[in-house]
């Protein structure tokens, strides 16, 4: 049986924030704080951070450590990369992949995405995969296409056994960072049509088990509304998951 249950998840990508000493003051503030909604939670700190946040969570909280990108390759002539082995051998099992920051400033294709997807399957890695229109294509109409192309150009290659390794991240980019918040509808919306997506390429049972993350100026004022739509299984959270308060108000709606 390969299928995983739909799970709650809040994760929280650093982004290019946090030195080793505001890493070590910020996961100490979480580990203080009580997660009561029963969500899984995930932090995605810099490179340099990684393997000492795991040693200072040292499984003393149920918070997990994810990598913010890594390379597609095993191992190789690729200066200042990182491979899925190496983040394995420091303790990291998940890797956010396809951010929009990494398509926009890294010029990070569906083509590249792909390869980054294959390598992550292939070592047993867990990947949090971002999708999401930008205000150009959100009012021109085509997001539902633009989703769809970002999702069967890089994921539809692959087998079912191994989506189970995939949660998916709706992030609008139009909302990334902007403290513009897509509507609960608008994200019900997209949510529901990339289960249906899922569904058509494998089946029902699938697409139910995926976890589907929404993303995009998600704060504690508005967590709870969002993630009450039937689809929206949590969030990944750039801005507020630098405050552990902000961050577990936010944990703690997903319920
Ligand atoms: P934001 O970022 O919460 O700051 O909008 C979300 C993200 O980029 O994952």
């Not at 699938?206 to 508005?222: R, W």
């Not at 308060?245 to 319920?255: P, T």
């Amino acid at each position: 049986m390969y299928l995983t249950m739909r799970q709650k998840i809040v994760a929280g990508n650093w982004k290019m924030h946090k030195n080793r000493e505001e890493t070590k003051v910020l996961i100490s503030e979480l580990k203080a704080l009580e997660n009561t909604s029963g969500s899984r939670v995930i932090i995605a700190p810099s490179y340099v951070s990684l393997a000492f946040a795991v040693k200072e969570i040292n499984n003393e909280a149920a918070i997990d450590v994810a990598a913010q990108n890594m390379d597609q390759h095993s191992s190789g002539a690729y200066t200042g990369e990182v491979s899925a082995s190496m983040l394995k051998s420091v303790g990291v099992k998940t890797v956010i992949l396809g951010h929009s920051e990494r398509r926009i400033y890294f010029g990070e294709t569906d083509t590249l995405l792909k390869q980054k997807v294959n390598s992550a399957v292939e070592q047993g890695m867990e990947i949090i995969f971002c999708i999401g229109e930008n205000l150009k294509q959100r009012e021109s109409g085509t997001y539902f296409h633009v989703i769809s192309s970002q999702i069967s150009n890089v994921l539809f290659h692959l087998e079912a056994k191994d989506v189970k390794n995939i949660i998916l991240a709706y992030e609008p980019v139009w909302a990334i960072g902007t403290g513009k918040t897509a509507t609960p509808g608008q994200v019900q919306e997209m949510h529901a049509f990339i289960r249906e997506m899922i569904s058509w390429q494998y089946n029902e049972m699938v697409a139910n088990s995926v976890t589907i993350l929404y993303g995009g100026s998600c704060k504690p004022a508005n967590a709870v509304e969002l993630f009450s739509n039937k689809d929206v299984d949590g969030g990944l959270i750039g801005g507020a998951s630098l405050n552990a308060e902000d961050f577990y108000a936010i944990v703690n709606a997903n319920r």
